[in-house]
């Protein structure tokens, strides 16, 4: 069974930086894509950056130059790297595991971005 785990979350001044980390353990197909998303209070939950296993990426326009993610095929993790860090980036965090039948998430992780 395929379980995630999330690290790296906190708070952080605004204009700081903060790193997000996910482990994928178990059985994983080597054609699935990782992806981070985030949902903050009272709103819905969307998508913030994805990998794919061939290192494409995407990310949404509110975290364009600032957030990079990343990904290791070979140890299953991926990192998401927050940088000049906003209030309005202030949610939940979780990481999603996607593709090959398989579509999981993580448990979640609180990133507050306040002075």
Known sequence: QVQLAESGGGLVQPGGSLRLSCAASGRIPSDVAMAWYRQAPGKQRE????ITNLGTTNYAESVKGRFT?????ARNTAALQMNSLKPEDTAVYYCN?????????????LVTVSS
């Open 47 to 50: 998508l913030v950056a994805s």
């Open 69 to 73: 993610i990343s990904g290791d095929n």
């Open 97 to 109: 595991l996607f593709g090959a039948g398989m579509n999981l998430w993580g448990q979640g992780i």
